[in-house]
């Protein structure tokens, strides 16, 4: 989960007319979900999804926060290298990005620092992790294009930079890799929106969703075939 929005798996918490359009959004996430054709897998959870990452592989997860999924990325997918690539915030421009949807409320540099040292502590020593604390854009833009085998996106959730990163991320992931990511539903229309454009745009197929219920969906994109 990205240091842009705080905390794991935890949704805005706001008042009762907040709360009640929160669950609409969730209703209607959920059907669109039994809209998507059966050949979309089903993934239960967002572990069984990355569970058909190539292993050993190198990959990227876009949006650290405090390492929660990090930790999951390490253990089910045993990559050869994981990018680790948040700003975690410690400067003003970075602080007017960085909203915690948790407490609707801007993240200020103390905490920024206390979760890029708490990834530190739990990741630092780990030949196999690289900590990149940029922005996702700059970080894409300075590998070498086919250079990973997958991609994780979880960062600023909204319309503008998850198509940017979706474009970029094409160019990084080899021809069979996979691009995937958190939050694809209502409650995020930017991701959701970004994410069936770019298919479309691109040909990438959605190939994968998650549908634990009180979890956000994940997605999983592959490269259509010729």
């Given amino acids: 989960y990205s240091i842009y ?130 922005y996702s854009e700059v970080f894409l833009n300075s590998l070498p294009d086919h250079s990973l085998d997958w991609i994780y996106i979880d960062s600023t959730h909204t319309y503008n930079s998850t198509k940017k990163e979706l474009q970029l991320a094409e160019k990084k992931v080899k021809p069979d890799g996979i691009i995937a990511g958190h939050d694809y539903c209502y409650m995020f229309k930017g991701v959701l929106r970004a994410v069936d454009e770019f298919a479309k745009e691109h040909d990438w197929k959605l190939s994968g969703v998650t549908t634990k219920e009180k979890i956000n969906p994940s997605f999983l994109l592959r490269k259509i075939k010729n």
């Fill in 5 to 134: 929005h705080g905390k794991r798996e935890s949704k805005p918490m706001f008042g009762i007319k907040q709360k009640i359009k929160a669950a609409a959004q969730d209703i209607r996430t959920a059907l669109y979900l039994k809209t998507l054709p059966n050949s979309i897998v089903r993934f239960k959870t967002r572990e069984d999804l990355i569970s058909t990452f190539k292993p050993q592989g190198t990959g990227c997860e876009l949006g650290v926060h405090r390492g929660f999924f990090s930790e999951s990325l390490l253990k089910f997918t045993n990559p050869k290298t994981l990018y680790l690539v948040d700003p975690w915030p410690g400067g003003a421009e970075i602080l007017n990005h960085a909203i915690d949807l948790s407490s609707n409320r801007k993240l200020d540099s103390i905490e920024g620092e206390e979760c890029y040292r708490e990834v530190l502590k739990k990741f630092g020593t780990n030949i196999n992790i690289k900590i990149e604390r940029k």
